[in-house]
Nanobody, 125 residues
Framework: VQLQASGGGLVQAGGSLRLLCAVSGRTVSRLTMGWFRQAPGQERDFVAAIAWTGGSLDYADFLKGRFAISRDIAKNTVYLQMNSMEAEDTAVYFC???????????????????WGQGTELTVSS
């Protein structure tokens, strides 16, 4: 399974951006997908996840409803729509995937089997 994250860049505070994670080697309908981020000098944080069934979505509490995760099975791609962006959202964003049989919280990065290379996002204030 390979993951290719894209869509990062420079955006002004208050703006919106959508990240993409293109998946190859397995259909996203059989993978739980997650987004994580790592700010400079910080540990990696959970952002959002979508269960392989598509029926369960998880979000980090600090997002306050600003982000939304979704997927397109036909395109085998997972998205992270980010709105009302803040300078604190500046980070490298990673998409990750785990097999359907994997146990543990979807917010735990250690439970994921595959990781993309990350896409860098800068929010200017």
């Amino acid at each position: 399974v390979q993951l290719q994250a894209s869509g990062g860049g420079l955006v002004q505070a208050g703006g919106s951006l959508r990240l993409l994670c293109a998946v190859s080697g397995r259909t996203v309908s059989r993978l739980t997908m997650g987004w994580f981020r790592q700010a400079p000098g910080q540990e990696r944080d959970f952002v959002a996840a979508i269960a392989w069934t598509g029926g369960s979505l998880d979000y980090a509490d600090f997002l306050k409803g600003r982000f939304a995760i979704s997927r397109d099975i036909a395109k085998n791609t997972v998205y992270l729509q980010m709105n009302s962006m803040e300078a604190e959202d500046t980070a490298v964003y990673f998409c990750a995937a785990r097999e359907t049989g994997r146990l543990g919280s979807r917010s735990n990065g250690m439970s994921y089997d595959y990781w993309g290379q990350g896409t860098e996002l800068t929010v200017s204030s």
